[in-house]
């Protein structure tokens, strides 16, 4: 089983910055892929960017220039950077961590980012 732990939401005006941070815990912990995703008010989870193991990245078209995903392989962490935040990126981000062999990976109990003046 794998534990995660996020951290760094909160409350910022627009064209402000935040940083999430996950770390996942465990026995045998071996990770493949590492992700964020967010889910506003009435909308479905949706992804925001996700970390291969070879550190290949994928971001959200309305992620790309502004969140930088990254992940430190010593600590299990993955972080988000995110620069020039808008209202429209209010939601609450979940972090997900897929292990080798997995398909859907666990999810972490979420943070809340919320953007206004």
């Known amino acids: 089983q794998v534990q995660l732990v996020e951290s760094g939401g909160g409350l910022v005006q627009p064209g402000g910055s935040l940083r999430l941070s996950c770390s996942a815990s465990?026995?045998?912990?071996?990770?493949?892929?590492m992700g964020w995703y967010r889910q506003a008010p009435g909308n479905e989870r949706e992804l925001v960017a996700r970390?291969?193991?070879?550190?290949?990245?994928d971001y959200a078209d309305s992620a790309k220039g502004r969140f930088t995903i990254s992940r430190d392989n010593a600590k299990n962490t993955v972080y988000l950077q995110m620069n020039s935040l808008k209202p429209e990126d209010t939601a609450v981000y979940y972090c997900?961590?897929?292990?080798?062999?997995?398909?859907?990976?666990?999810w972490g109990q979420g943070t809340q980012v919320t953007v206004s003046s």
């Open positions: 465990g026995s045998g912990v071996s990770i493949n892929a």
């Open positions: 997900n961590v897929r292990l080798w062999g997995q398909v859907y990976g666990y």
């Open positions: 970390i291969t193991s070879g550190d290949s990245t």
